[in-house]
T-cell receptor
């Protein structure tokens, strides 16, 4: 079974440009999460989809970030326009269930990440 | 003060050593505690999780939680060069299912 896949694996763009990251979750996983890790910092939550609906987008840094999940399958995260501080590794994860008690980590599978460099 | 503190290392040990990796946290509402392993250029993969206090063992790995001290540990016995990776602790609780991660500790096991 294929795991979570992310495209591209690495992207270098200039400040002010637009970049779109893609995540293909494990088939059948309704829950999809985006995270970001800025160099030297912790992995931080960005948002959570349940199927095509945004369940929680409290971690999105600002309105330059737009996430979509068409038809509840793959998801895209667009950054427009990109700023220098957006550089980092963007991870996607998917899970079959979300336990309200906080058992996310017991079921979530991460992709390899997209390394975004804004110059 | 960060919610979860984790020494980034690197921690370098010889093959066969017992490794101790630790995190401290400040939020007493955390109840689920997880350890992830991340190899270079890969995503984190869940290694172990524990609920509340206590120990959990899985092969060479033992996860320990001391809620009274807000301190969690991951022990690796008979460490192997293939254990070289970054180990991240993460925790959830207080009605939130979104994990709070530590910065990760880089472990190097040399032959």
């Amino acid at each position: 079974e294929a795991g979570v896949t992310q495209f591209p694996s690495h992207s270098v763009i200039e400040k002010g440009q637009t970049v779109t990251l893609r995540c293909d979750p494990i088939s059948g996983h309704d829950n999809l999460y985006w995270y970001r890790r800025v160099m030297g910092k912790e992995i931080k939550f960005l948002l959570h989809f349940v199927k095509e609906s945004k369940q929680d987008e409290s971690g999105m840094p600002n309105n330059r970030f737009l996430a979509e999940r068409t038809g509840g399958t793959y998801s895209t995260l667009k950054v427009q326009p990109a700023e220098l501080e957006d550089s980092g590794v963007y991870f996607c994860a998917s899970s079959q269930e979300r336990r309200s008690s906080g058992g996310l980590g017991t079921e979530a599978f991460f992709g390899q990440g997209t390394r975004l460099t804004v110059v | 003060q960060k919610e979860v503190e984790q020494d980034p290392g690197p921690l370098s040990v010889p093959e066969g050593a017992i490794v101790s990796l630790n995190c401290t946290y400040s939020n007493s509402a955390f109840q689920y505690f997880m350890w992830y392993r991340q190899y270079s250029r890969k995503g984190p993969e869940l290694l172990m999780y524990t609920y509340s206090s206590g120990n959990k063992e899985d092969g060479r790995f033992t996860a320990q939680v001391d809620k009274s001290s807000k301190y969690i540990s991951l022990f690796i016995r008979d460490s192997q060069p293939s254990d070289s990776a970054t180990y991240l602790c993460a925790m959830t609780g207080g009605g939130s299912y979104i994990p709070t991660f530590g910065r990760g500790t880089s472990l190097i096991v040399h032959p």
